[in-house]
């Protein structure tokens, strides 16, 4: 069988969930013991998760800003996928974002569509960010009809989109994700230069990056415990205002990081925190638990669904909430390696094998 997957996620991030899910899924199909092709329909990218599996796209002025060069891989790209889409042989049809573009160029191949999360039907109005891309919403609901089959990636996206587009349960197939992390565990990680909990990723919006730090300061303050995000890109000035209001300057830092630094700070940290108000899965979460990282995680969404019992979870709009459990977990060493230990555990119901595997049934099941 051969599955054509076209651009739109990796014209759209260098970084990232998505684009991290689809180079898994596409490299695993090519590397499986079966007769299936994956074909990733791509002329322009810069994702840096492309050339760890093999997968080829040219790079398009790397140096430039993301905001500059993106449209534009995005319109070559698409120009591409139409001329692919026509010329190429495939039987089944998976798109990476939520741009029905494609729709009248397969003729009546399956389509597959994965549903990520429901984050612009839940926020939009309180972010004005997400009510601004106001297309994605009308995007989703055009394609969810038109689709062959839905994936979702965790129960609660399923029972949100169940919810928000009244589709039929069997229609939605759930398929967890997996961990891209791998940890030597033969190599012992030196210790930090000085105690620090980890953010990965983005801090803004339902993100609730600002929120956490305000209900930890006085523990960060009082232990000289400090917090490093990881990526996530510079402060913004907001960012940093707070920051220095709360005598945080010092004590909270940003750092690019690649794989192997990604690695390193979730090894030496005394706990990785994701107060979220909303995620579709939670890739970060195994990573953590890959790295045995102790996890101090939002009650919300999908996070429970992931971490089961290997994680202290708190109210992620409750600061006493946050102040309590993030207090509990760093004046306690035992705890700290319960969680781990736990997390280690927990990590054997992910991986993407499992991904892959499940998908491709998907796929079969549709001829």
């Not at 180079?23 to 760890?52: D, K, V, W």
């Not at 979702?152 to 229609?171: F, H, M, Q, V």
């Not at 030196?190 to 980890?198: T, V, W």
């Not at 706990?271 to 996890?295: D, H, K, Q, R, T």
């Amino acid at each position: 069988m051969k599955i054509f997957f076209d651009h739109q996620t990796f014209s759209q991030q260098n970084y990232g969930g998505i684009s991290r899910y689809f180079c898994e899924l596409i490299a695993g199909i090519n590397q499986s013991s079966t007769e299936h092709q994956a074909h990733l329909s791509l002329l322009f990218s810069n994702n840096a998760y492309l050339s760890e599996k093999s997968l080829w796209a040219l790079p398009f002025f790397p140096n430039l800003p993301f905001s500059k060069s993106q449209p534009h891989i995005y319109r070559f790209n698409k120009a591409f996928n139409r001329l692919e889409m026509q010329t190429r042989s495939y039987d089944v049809f998976h798109a990476t974002y939520y741009e029905p573009y494609f729709l009248k160029h397969i003729g009546k191949r399956p389509v597959v569509v994965t549903f990520l999360d429901m984050i612009h039907e839940k926020y939009h109005t309180i972010f004005p960010e997400l009510a601004a891309d106001y297309r994605v919403m009308a995007w989703k609901k055009q394609i969810i009809n038109q689709a062959t089959a839905v994936i979702a990636i965790s129960e609660n996206t399923k029972r949100d989109l169940i919810d928000y587009y009244d589709i039929p349960p069997e229609r939605i197939r759930v398929i967890y994700l997996g961990s891209s992390v791998f940890v030597d565990k033969t190599k012992s990680e030196p210790a930090a230069d000085a105690p620090y909990l980890l953010f990965v990723g983005n801090r803004g919006m339902y993100k609730n990056f600002l929120p956490f730090i305000e209900a930890v300061a006085p523990l960060l303050r009082a232990g000289q415990i400090r917090v490093i995000c990881a990526g996530g890109g510079p402060f913004s000035a907001g960012e940093v205002a707070v920051l220095q209001q709360l005598k945080l300057e010092k004590l909270v830092e940003q750092q690019p990081i690649n794989d192997d630094k990604l690695r390193q700070l979730y090894r030496q940290a005394l706990a990785f925190v994701f107060p979220s108000l909303y995620e579709g899965f939670g890739i970060p979460v195994l990573e953590a638990f890959a790295c045995n990282c102790p996890c101090l995680l939002s009650n919300r969404s999908s996070l429970p669904e992931v971490a089961g019992p290997a994680a202290v979870y708190f109210d992620p709009e409750s600061s006493e909430s946050i102040h309590e459990a993030v207090g509990r977990v760093l004046s306690s060493a035992t705890l700290r390696q319960q969680l781990a230990d736990l997390g280690q555990h927990q990590l054997n119901h992910f991986s993407w094998e499992k991904t892959v595997a499940e998908t491709l049934d998907l796929y079969q099941s549709l001829q």
